[in-house]
């Protein structure tokens, strides 16, 4: 049986996820108790389900906190269990709540949104350190979802390189286990004819190409991860997720990655995301 988690943030895009999975043919259960979720997953199995979705967060209360536990259980059963945890920064789950109008689970007449969002973060972080993360803030739903669906068709058995170009304006990403920054090198954005471009494009490649400074750190970067990636797998992780960062997360970053990308998918299962494009 193949059973995926969803948890995160109120705000953050669960629902999204869980009717992905719903489309992807996955048995899927929303706001589950942790503590049946042992239960549910065997009676599923002994009833022939092969695929399930369940979402488990803090509307669950208290007994959230035995998911890792439930987790580890769950393996050790034989269940191919992977759990993904959605979260965004306060700025943006504050203005999806204004937008919505809908009530913060952890709100009360003493307690704010913003406080109650830095509760659940909190309360949560035990299990977003062992999930494999997605950072939703300013994130479409349409990307959502194609990063939901290439994260189903991923080989659980082997480590998954991440690749993510983003922009420093708009923040870290949350989901980010290493962040390199690209800011230094000479900026295509200031050239009026490769501004509209990204780095994908061919003259944007060519700019960079053409920049010794751009090649010796995209070197250092490779030699990095390469020297690293061993000690993250021997930790069992399943994913690694590496951001690369300029200013506006449309030229170097995303050249970066690229090129990243292109070198690791040799010898590992790579993903690429970037954030700065539609």
């Not at 942790?34 to 002994?46: C, E, I, K, S, V």
Request: proline share 4%; hydrophobic share 40%.
């Amino acid at each position: 049986m193949q059973l995926m988690l969803i948890s995160g943030l109120s705000g953050s895009g669960k629902s999204i996820a869980l009717n992905i999975l719903e489309d992807s043919g996955y048995y899927c259960v929303d706001n589950l108790p942790a503590p049946l979720l042992r239960d549910l997953t065997r009676f599923l199995r002994d009833e022939g389900y092969g695929r399930v979705g369940v979402a488990i967060d803090v509307r669950s209360g208290d007994s959230v906190r035995m998911l890792p536990r439930q987790i580890s259980e769950l393996r050790d059963d034989g269940v191919d269990t992977r759990l993904v945890f959605l979260e965004a920064n306060t700025e943006t789950l504050v203005k999806r709540y204004s937008e919505t109008r809908r009530r913060h689970p952890l709100t009360s007449g003493d307690c704010t949104l913003t406080e109650a969002i830095l509760m659940e973060r909190e309360e949560l972080s035990d299990i977003g350190d062992m999930a494999q993360r997605i950072d939703t803030s300013a994130l479409h739903p349409n990307a959502l979802r194609a990063w939901i669906k290439d994260l189903l068709e991923v080989d659980r058995s082997r480590i998954t390189l991440l690749f993510e170009s983003f922009a420093f304006k708009n923040g870290l990403p949350l989901d980010a286990d290493l962040v390199f920054d690209v800011r230094c090198l000479a900026n295509p954005h200031y050239d009026p004819e490769l501004r509209p471009l990204t780095g994908r494009d061919a003259p944007v490649i060519r700019f960079l190409e053409r920049e010794p400074d751009a090649g010796r750190m995209l070197g250092d970067i490779v030699e990095f991860i390469e020297r690293w990636l061993p000690c993250f797998d021997k930790d069992n992780r399943s994913y690694l997720t590496v951001a690369i960062g300029c200013t506006g997360g449309r030229h170097r970053s995303v050249y970066f990655v690229e090129k990243l990308a292109s070198y690791f998918s040799a010898g590992a299962q790579v993903l690429v995301r970037h954030r700065g494009l539609t």
